[in-house]
């Protein structure tokens, strides 16, 4: 065979029809989609149905932007960081911080002025919290691998004492927030209105699922990744020092919680010390749902969870809590490993 | 005879048994020694978190399981009887019917989630804890009509232990003999028995086998122990405990909120108690308690006097602020982690073989 | 001939249990070793020993006349490939994918090279056939093509290959044995661990076998081929008895 066409047949691989495709399992998308069509008829109205579904996958997707860093660590290296919600708090408060000395640009009716000072912030929230992540890492997490028992305790401990300063820097009291000018209000379809910054909330979380499915599924350190989490042991034997890659990833998903951690705050208009604490319960809802280790049964989960918390919000207000508890046993009695199941060592 | 009344589990230790002499004295004596409601009412939150957190040993200690819906148990305990007492007037039998309500509850809540969660790995039932117990904070905020919601429930207990009830017309050696007094020993004598109680089933062969599961559960199953049984019944007994401690908690307070007994913080100085006291001890639970207790109750005085010293330097006099003395906590609860692992009382018997 | 690879006194524990007790092996370079011994004589964690999976308690390790670190990347990277008992195939990956992991030189697909690429497709029809399949659909024996494949997709100076025709069909284990004879011709170093002596016969130039978490016997095929009491001795049958 010439080179030219050896070098094709490494690109395209023989024809297309011989080859066992992967299924790709669309069932937990499609339960997105049919939650969904179950409210509609419950809420009755169709302007409500659709603001409140996009104000449920908005915080779906922030949600899912906080705890997909979490569940890579756990998949890539077995550890469990139950102080994620600390760098979800950092990311929110430095971030109100960079906003807060940006009066004229969140205070301009200028779109693209508003926008530009909340990427400033959501960066600097990024960097600072990549910054903690590899510091906690080095410190707490570092010495206990392996130990499932005391990583729970030390990266709780880790999350009191970051709570503690932050309350340091930046005192205890919860803090408020105002939207930017121009990301304030609502568009209005028809009948129903979704608030601006539920939309761009949502844009911005899926600018980062195209980045994570792409760095996973078309880069070689995806590929190191995705091998890792399934058989850490022979990544290593095949020469690369997985420890690195692990650190890496940490980083990354504490600055990503860095990043959902603004989104939230100004979301919630507001940020409290506690804020952290009170998020991690639903990221661990999230990852359990979606099943550990699964970027994309992160996100389907995260959907979920944010669908159904703003549904029964406005259904069973007194209920809301017990439902995403009651979605995470529903889930875990068909698929107790989760919505994809991560295939492990 | 001592041995056998602690179930030959001793001290080991001359510092720790003077210190477990002092302690139990001391609680004893409280109302005679400390004048003072505050230092009554420090001695009664000592005792209730030391049964709270013994409880919470036999299940991180002894069984080695983490779980953070313990303080949920906790609180159903003092919702039984405030419950009770509210609905049923203040009577004995209604804080009986409110202390058996809430065992039944405890009993059949951990027997659900010992059974649902167990057969999962350990982070995956240390995260469902979680969710739960939060779920339960917002149910108890929720159901006001029953609960109070977020202001709680103020009830009066029965004639016998309420302050105004006097036994004796004047002071004895400095205390009052009223109401207050005989909830006060109804609550020491409850505390003796209950960490004497979980003494014995620590130390017997059902805690023994417990110990074993912690070490290595897949031997433990194979020489033919089933793990999931073991580790069901002490999450259970690790509830009912708590529960009478919750009970214990709402007769002495006559109130209860979902601040009181269900919140995450109360979780969070549990675990840090029986980390720093000494995990799978019992002992460690109640030099810790002591020592958090007073600790939270003084300390800040104490750290005001020396915040005095670091006023106006930015980020120093946060630092020592008395508002942040759970940093402090925090990082000795790390250090404790990693460094001693056996806590206080380790420590000390460890000094044993020096001194 | 020059040792490559060479084991003194090495002894390893896995929790409380003493599994190699002083193994002494010398593996020659350019040629193909088998590793003989039967079910939990230690071979298994004598090769994973070697790659730094297991720590070895006592005993020196070396490895073109340096010592061994002791991180299992650091001894991937000297060019040790090693090809487990389970094959260590990643399930959720292409066939394309797990190929080009192995590949460390290569940062992506186009880096990778293609005449050796086709050489592995000549040895290993599957791999090709199968390119952009997810692995984990291979059979059996295809899996066990890719993760020697996987091994050999850039040059190594060291093979080791726990017991690849395990649970294979006997027309797999002829293409297997081809395959690695081609390996063979390029003079790459292989310790091949291998209950199927009709394997062993055809394929090995020295042999060790192995008891007890001991080398007992040490020496070249040929002798040992020839040698019925030997083989009775040290193996428990003739290896004529399995041509």
């Not at chain 1, 297309?16 to 069932?27: G, L, T, W, Y």
């Not at chain 2, 002591?290 to 109750?297: E, G, R, T």
């Not at chain 3, 002829?174 to 081609?182: F, P």
Request: hydrophobic share 55%; with cysteine; aromatic share 8%.
């Amino acid at each position: 065979m010439s080179t030219v066409a050896a070098s094709t047949a490494v690109s395209t691989g023989p024809s297309a029809a011989s080859i066992p495709k992967s299924q790709f399992d669309f069932i937990p998308l499609l339960l997105v989609a049919v939650l969904a069509a179950l409210a509609w008829p419950l809420i009755g109205s169709s302007s409500t149905w659709l603001t409140l579904t996009v104000a449920g996958l908005a915080m779906g997707m922030i949600v899912f932007i906080i705890a997909s860093g979490l569940t890579l660590v756990f998949g890539l290296m077995d550890v469990l960081n139950f102080g994620h919600g600390v760098f979800i708090a950092l990311g929110a408060y430095v971030g109100l911080s960079v906003l807060a000395q940006m009066p004229l640009w969140t205070g301009s009716s200028e779109l693209w002025r508003n926008v530009a000072a909340l990427l400033l912030a959501m960066t600097a929230a990024c960097a600072v919290a990549a910054a903690v992540g590899w510091l906690f890492e080095r410190v707490l997490v570092r010495p206990v691998y392996g130990q499932h028992l005391k990583q729970i305790l030390i990266t709780m401990g880790g999350m009191i004492i970051g709570e503690e300063l932050i309350k340091v820097i930046w005192g205890p009291t919860p803090v408020s927030l105002e939207l930017p000018v121009a990301l304030r209000g609502v568009v209005t379809f028809g009948d129903a209105a979704v608030e601006r910054f539920r939309l761009f909330a949502m844009f911005i979380g899926a600018l980062v699922l195209a980045a994570m499915l792409f760095t996973l599924n078309r880069t070689k350190l995806g590929l190191l990744v995705r091998a890792g989490v399934q058989d850490r042991e022979m990544v290593e034997s095949l020469g690369y020092r997985i420890r690195r890659l692990f650190v890496g990833v940490f980083v990354a998903g504490s600055a990503l919680a860095g990043m959902g951690g603004t989104l939230w705050s100004v979301f919630q208009h507001g940020a409290s010390p506690q804020m952290g604490a009170q998020v991690n319960v639903l990221i661990f809802i999230v990852i359990i749902i979606g099943g550990l280790g699964s970027t994309l049964g992160c996100f389907v989960g995260a959907l979920l969870v944010g669908l159904m918390a703003n549904y029964t919000g406005f259904l069973f207000p007194k209920a809301a809590m017990f439902s995403n508890i009651a979605l995470m046993a529903a889930v875990l009695m068909w698929r107790p490993q989760g919505l994809y199941p991560v295939a492990n060592r | 005879m001592l041995n056998r009344l602690l179930s030959h589990d001793l001290p080991r230790s001359r510092w720790l048994a003077l210190l477990l002499i002092a302690i139990v004295l001391g609680l004893a004596l409280t109302p005679f020694i400390f004048p003072g409601t505050k230092a009554l009412n420090v001695a009664a939150k000592m005792m209730v978190f030391i049964v709270l957190v013994a409880s919470f040993d036999l299940l991180l200690g002894y069984t080695g399981i983490v779980s953070f819906a313990h303080t949920m148990f906790f609180g159903i305990g003092a919702y039984g009887v405030a419950i009770a007492c509210t609905q049923m007037g203040p009577t004995w039998p209604a804080v009986g019917v409110g202390i058996a309500a809430a065992l039944a509850a405890s009993l059949a809540l951990s027997t659900l989630i010992g059974l649902f969660s167990l057969r999962v790995k350990a982070i995956f039932f240390a995260m469902i804890t979680l969710a739960v117990a939060s779920a339960f904070l917002s149910l108890a905020s929720q159901l006001s009509d029953l609960t109070g919601g977020e202001d709680g429930l103020n009830f009066k207990v029965p004639e016998a232990l309420r302050p105004s009830t006097m036994y004796l017309d004047a002071p004895f050696l400095g205390a009052a003999f009223d109401g207050r007094l005989l909830t006060f020993y109804l609550l020491f004598i409850a505390t003796l028995l209950l960490v004497l109680l979980m003494l014995r089933i620590v130390n017997s062969p059902f805690g023994r086998v417990l110990l074993a599961i912690r070490e290595n559960d897949f031997r433990a199953e194979a020489i033919g122990y089933r793990t999931v049984v073991y580790r069901t019944l002490s999450n259970v007994l690790s509830a009912l405990f708590a529960t009478l401690a919750g009970c214990l908690l709402a007769l002495w307070l006559r109130y209860n909120g979902p601040d009181t007994s269900l919140s995450f913080e109360i979780m969070l100085d549990v675990l840090l108690i029986v980390v720093i006291g000494g995990m799978g001890t019992i002992y460690g639970a109640v030099v810790g308690s002591v020592l958090f207790v007073l600790a939270q109750s003084y300390l800040q005085d104490v750290m005001k006097l020396s915040a005095g010293v670091f006023e106006g330097v930015p980020v120093l006099s946060q630092l020592t602020s008395p508002d942040r003395w759970m940093l402090w906590l925090g990082i000795l609860f790390v250090l404790a982690v990693y460094h001693f692992p056996a806590g206080v009382v380790g420590r000390l018997r460890a000094m044993k073989n020096r001194v | 001939m020059q040792a490559l690879l060479e084991l003194q006194g090495v002894h390893t524990h896995i929790g409380s249990y003493h599994i190699l007790h002083g193994v002494d092996l010398r593996v020659p370079v350019g040629e193909l070793t088998m590793l003989l011994g039967r079910n939990g004589a230690g071979k298994t964690t004598t090769l994973r020993t070697i790659m730094g999976l297991w720590k070895a308690s006592q005993g020196s390790l070396g490895f073109d006349g340096q010592t061994l670190p002791a991180a299992t990347p650091d001894i991937a990277q000297l060019g040790i490939a090693y090809v487990p008992e389970n094959m260590g195939i990643f399930s959720d990956l292409t066939v394309r994918d797990n190929m080009l992991l192995a590949a460390r030189s290569a940062k992506n697909l186009k880096q990778m090279d293609t005449q050796r690429l086709e050489w592995l497709f000549g040895l290993f029809p599957a791999i090709q056939k199968f390119w952009l399949a997810p692995a984990g659909k291979l059979s059996g024996g295809q899996k066990q093509m890719l993760a020697i494949a996987r091994a050999m997709v850039e040059p190594r100076r060291l093979l080791l290959i726990d017991e690849p025709s395990k649970g294979l069909a006997p027309a797999m284990v002829q293409n297997l044995i081809a395959a690695l004879r081609e390996l063979k011709a390029t003079q790459t170093t292989v310790l091949l661990v291998e209950q199927n002596f009709a394997m062993a016969r055809a394929l090995g130039d020295s042999v060790a076998v192995m008891d007890n978490g001991r080398v007992v016997h040490a020496g070249t095929m040929r002798e040992l081929a020839e040698d019925a009491p030997l083989q009775q001795k040290y193996l428990g049958l003739s290896l004529e008895a399995h041509a």
